[in-house]
């Protein structure tokens, strides 16, 4: 029996009709925030680089890498102006290659909770590097240029009780800008050591009171918010469980074989500090300042914060 055409026309429409709802866009599968919220952190920031539908079904991912008490922190290189940046993850010699083109022509001022403080041309912000989640500071560094700094904040940057201190030190002065959460201007403090100082280590202080620029096991700079005043003073030792310990330069020699690099002298290095496993234990790591280098590392903790779009400092 004969078919006629326009029985032909029908059955394809039909067809056609059942092809449009039954496939679906690789790209857009519903089952792609369930697997992103199951991935380890070096997964997941794969997975979100593969294509914007990915990086979008990965919004509401949580992992369960984040820093933990017992974890080293992580190295990231970047510079040479350009948005490519080296990852070195602590349990593991294999470098990643990630994509922040927030970090294009920043300084590290300090690293913290998970956050980077970064300074650009006068303007300071925070960035989450995992995550590239940004809070900026809308009031402008009282300083157009930042050098020889080391800096620390109290919180992490979604918090009310953030205080962010940013240290500059000479060889006859030490100077310091401070700014709480909400305020419409930095304070500045300086202080003329006794002494010559060379600050290295920053870290918030256990009570949350204040602020440890420190030289070495003997030696630092205390900033108490309640007195508005800088402090040249001891570091003294205590027998008690917990403390402050330093990183060795075995470590950094450590960090110097994995990057591949024949001289980290030749890299500007954010420091930061580390809660250890009994939590009353802090690690520092130190900053290493070099003015010429176009090199820049930031130790962080692998977090992956995200914030809304209305969030602000």
């Keep these: 029996m004969a078919i006629s055409s326009t029985h032909n026309r029908r059955l394809r429409t039909r067809i056609m009709k059942h092809d449009r709802h039954s496939t679906r866009d690789w790209t857009d599968l519903p089952i792609l925030p369930s697997i992103a919220d199951r991935l380890a952190l070096i997964e997941l920031l794969r997975f979100r680089a593969v294509c914007k539908g990915w990086y979008a079904a990965s919004s509401a991912a949580s992992d369960n890498v984040e820093a933990l008490p017992n974890r080293g922190p992580w190295f990231l290189l970047y510079g040479d102006d350009n948005s490519t940046c080296t990852l070195v993850t602590e349990y593991s010699n294999e470098k990643h290659t990630i994509d922040i083109p927030e970090l294009n022509g920043t300084t590290c001022l300090a690293s913290s ?177 070099n003015r010429v280098s176009r090199k820049q590392g930031a130790w962080f903790q692998p977090r992956f914060h995200q914030i809304t779009e209305k969030q602000s400092w």
């Excluded at 204040?210 to 003294?236: H, T, W």
């Excluded at 110097?256 to 496993?277: F, N």
Aim: hydrophobic share 40%; aromatic share 10%.
């Design 113 to 289: 909770h998970g956050w980077l403080l970064l300074f650009r041309e006068g303007s300071v912000f925070f960035l989450c590097p995992l995550s590239r989640a940004r809070i900026d500071i809308p009031v402008a560094f009282p300083d157009s240029t930042i050098s020889n700094h080391v800096a620390v904040f109290s919180a992490p940057p979604t918090s009310k009780d953030c205080v962010v201190g940013v240290l500059s030190q000479t060889e006859t002065e030490i100077e310091l800008n401070v700014i709480r959460r909400g305020a419409s201007s930095w304070t500045k403090h300086k202080l003329q050591p006794r002494v010559p100082i060379k600050i290295w280590y920053a870290v918030n202080a256990y009570d949350e009171a204040g602020f440890y620029f420190i030289e070495d096991e003997n030696s630092m700079v205390y900033f108490s918010p309640e007195e508005s005043k800088l402090y040249q003073a001891r570091l003294v030792s205590s027998n008690s469980e917990g403390g402050l310990i330093f990183s060795s330069k075995d470590e950094k020699n450590e960090m110097k074989g994995r990057l591949g690099l024949d001289d980290m002298s030749q890299v500007s290095v954010c420091g930061t500090s580390i809660a250890c496993e009994n939590a009353l234990t802090i690690k520092l790591v130190p900053y290493e300042n």
